[in-house]
């Protein structure tokens, strides 16, 4: 079996801006803890880095906290079984 991870459709990041705007907080342990949680569970992270002179995962914060979590799940050893670089 092969599962895609889209996070947009596996973490709702607007969520944040309506509670906010009904005066709540999300904290943000919150969404650390769900998205280590899918991370972990799906195993696998596919970096797309396009355009590759300038690719835009690394202009999204959510795409360096993916990549950041990637790193702390998996030891340097692991790490090459785990993320992938497209």
């Not at 899918?38 to 002179?53: E, S, T």
């Amino acid at each position: 079996r092969t599962y895609a991870w889209v996070c947009c459709l596996c973490i709702n990041q607007h969520r944040v801006k309506e509670k906010q705007a009904a005066g709540e907080v999300v904290p943000f342990e919150d969404f650390e803890k769900a998205f280590g949680e899918r991370v972990a569970g799906i195993g696998k992270i596919v970096a797309m880095m396009a355009p590759w002179r300038d690719p835009f995962y690394l202009k999204r914060v959510w795409c360096d906290f993916e990549m950041y979590t990637a790193t702390t799940l998996w030891s340097r050893d692991e790490i090459d079984k785990h993320v992938f670089i497209a």
